[in-house]
């Protein structure tokens, strides 16, 4: 039975309370299905078709290859790609051969990846020939013993199918149909991707399971440099499993896998959960509103999880009429509120409703989530499967009662286990409550009378961009090395698509008077991804301080919220 803050009126009744992860790793998930359906699509990606059987056989002949590059147990293996074939291959070859994937956002910039290098101290990665130069870039710009040994290198065309190309948008064709030259590696070797998926060697003996690490996926914060989430099998199969199981997942599901899959929603929710359930991902590299219309028509896809910006840019696209999207069982996402408005399209046009989930990259995703039958909109959800979640007070740690607002902190088994040699950031993050271990999310919020959480405001700093976190600590420490800026402060401004941008407020250094908005933004684009990078400079003589001479970024930003 559900959990006394689960009422029975919200819980849905085919459902236990809470579920037991597989003792298994996640590479049993594709193994087993490669036996139950072995014919069955797992990937399609631009008419090239990948099988259970073909995915499980690259995958272990790429964990062959990774064994003879001196891949061990527990050893950390970079993957910077978008969404493709490749990618999944990756993660799965990573858990076969016992190691540990670090997905990395390939919109970051070689200064960026740096500390993804150094701080896994990982030997191998793998990624895109397009993405190459930039990892490359920032191996070669390290001590050689610190840098890549190994980068193992694909092409798009690696895994679309030959021909005529089909499907591929022609603004992408450049993009994806290119051969690119693959760059030098100072400290190592460069491996082309077929040469390691046809020569593989053997792999090793399976020996991780459910306790052993399997992502080391990256934070950023409130100070400092991105974190480390170390994510075991079980913290990921859990949500993998329970996510198939709230959303009726199948064999027979084709999901439309546009999320970025180095995104902890996107890599659980919809990766790893449909291979669990063995399922069709439909595989998209990235956004693009007419294909995605086109691909849910065509391959009939079941199951979408978005952001409400990809929604709101298909339901105005003048081809909309002639999209079939009929087939969508399922509809939902997290990271932004979904705008009233366009819900009320989605379910007067479509019969869908929009199922609105919560999690974070520390709980491998999701620790609240709508039931699909009966979601309220702009609301996080209830408790999910194994989930103990609670509204507390800031200071003391206890429970408050309903509609009363303070922490969201969440007990689970997908709650992580720390962070990656940051003890001491992970005894401020889990805490104990009860004799149990719970993730302090930051976020403050409430529980209704129905069991429904909803999220009111931050107890951190952080700007929301289409479902991209942004750390203004992050994004100041890069302003204040612009040879023009004496200080800056990061605040969100409101956006009618992205939910919130990134705003910087910057005093100039009187020799620099001359520098303007345009300068300050292309700057920043060549060094820091692009969802990072401040759409808005104001341009201030003094920032506000406190007596001890602190910024006071709260009044700078109410002061935004205010125009608003």
């Given at each position: 039975m559900p959990n006394d803050k689960q009422s029975p009126k919200t819980w849905p009744r085919r459902f236990p309370a809470s579920i037991e992860p597989p003792a298994t790793s996640l590479w049993d998930s594709v193994a087993v299905n490669a036996r139950r359906y072995p014919d069955r699509a797992a990937l399609m990606f631009f008419g090239s078709r990948t099988t259970y059987r073909e995915l499980k056989e690259a995958s272990e002949?790429?964990?062959?290859?990774?064994?003879?590059?001196?891949?061990?147990?527990?050893?950390?293996?970079?993957?910077?790609?978008?969404?493709?074939?490749?990618?999944?291959?990756?993660?799965?070859?990573?858990?076969?051969?016992?190691?540990?994937?670090?997905?990395?956002?390939?919109?970051?910039?070689?200064?960026?990846?740096?500390?993804?290098?150094?701080?896994?101290?990982?030997?191998?990665?793998?990624?895109?020939?397009?993405?190459?130069?930039?990892?490359?870039?920032?191996?070669?710009?390290?001590?050689?013993?610190?840098?890549?040994?190994?980068?193992?290198?694909?092409?798009?065309?690696?895994?679309?199918?030959?021909?005529?190309?089909?499907?591929?948008?022609?603004?992408?064709?450049?993009?994806?149909?290119?051969?690119?030259?693959?760059?030098?590696?100072?400290?190592?070797?460069?491996?082309?991707?077929?040469?390691?998926?046809?020569?593989?060697?053997?792999?090793?003996?399976?020996?991780?399971?459910?306790?052993d690490l399997a992502l080391l996926p990256y934070t950023s914060g409130t100070t400092g440099l991105p974190k480390g989430c170390m994510l075991t099998h079980g913290n990921v199969m859990h949500n993998a499993v329970g996510s198939s199981l709230w959303l009726g997942m199948t064999p027979e599901t084709a999901n439309l896998t546009v999320l970025p899959l180095f995104h902890i929603t996107g890599l659980v929710c919809v990766m790893h959960a449909s291979i669990f359930s063995g399922g069709t991902m439909v595989i998209m590299p990235r956004w693009n509103r007419e294909l995605a219309g086109q691909l849910i028509s065509q391959y009939r896809v079941s199951h979408w999880t978005s952001i409400p910006t990809m929604i709101i840019d298909l339901l105005a696209s003048p081809n909309l009429g002639s999209f079939n999207l009929s087939s969508l069982a399922y509809i939902g996402g997290g990271g932004a509120a979904m705008p009233q408005a366009v819900a009320e399209t989605l379910l007067d046009k479509f019969g869908l409703k929009f199922v609105e989930g919560y999690g974070m990259t520390e709980s491998a995703a999701v620790t609240l989530f709508n039931p699909c039958d009966d979601p309220k909109l702009q609301c996080l959800g209830i408790p999910f499967l194994s989930v103990d979640a609670r509204i507390v007070d800031f200071e003391s740690g206890a429970e408050l009662p309903d509609n009363e607002q303070g922490e969201i902190v969440v007990h689970g088994p997908q709650v992580f286990k720390g962070y990656w040699k940051r003890d001491e950031a992970s005894r401020e993050t889990l805490v104990t409550i009860d004799g149990k271990t719970f993730l302090r999310t930051g976020d403050i919020g409430y529980r209704d009378a129905d069991g429904y959480y909803f999220i009111t405001d931050r107890l951190k700093r952080m700007i929301n961009a289409s479902g991209y976190k942004v750390w203004p600590a992050e994004i100041e420490t890069l302003l204040f090395r612009h040879p023009a800026i004496q200080e800056a402060c990061v605040i969100a401004s409101k956006d009618d698509y992205r939910g919130e941008t990134v705003k910087a407020v910057v005093v100039v250094k009187p020799s620099h008077a001359g520098v303007n908005e345009d300068e300050i933004i292309a700057w920043c684009r060549t060094r820091v991804s692009s969802y990072k990078v401040p759409r808005f400079i104001k341009f201030a003589d003094s920032l506000p301080k406190s007596a001890s001479g602190k910024v006071m970024w709260r009044v700078l930003q109410e002061t935004e919220l205010r125009k608003t």
């Open positions: 002949r790429l964990a062959g290859r990774l064994h003879t590059l001196g891949v061990e147990r527990g050893d950390r293996v970079l993957v910077v790609m978008q969404n493709c074939p490749q990618l999944v291959i990756s993660h799965l070859a990573i858990a076969r051969a016992n190691a540990v994937v670090v997905p990395v956002n390939p919109m970051n910039r070689a200064e960026e990846m740096r500390h993804y290098i150094s701080d896994a101290r990982a030997k191998v990665g793998i990624t895109t020939a397009d993405l190459a130069p930039e990892l490359a870039a920032a191996s070669n710009a390290m001590e050689l013993d610190e840098g890549l040994a190994h980068l193992l290198v694909s092409h798009f065309t690696d895994a679309i199918a030959p021909g005529d190309r089909p499907g591929v948008p022609s603004q992408w064709r450049d993009w994806l149909l290119s051969r690119h030259e693959l760059p030098k590696l100072a400290s190592g070797s460069v491996h082309h991707w077929r040469d390691a998926i046809e020569t593989g060697g053997k792999s090793p003996d399976l020996e991780v399971a459910r306790d």
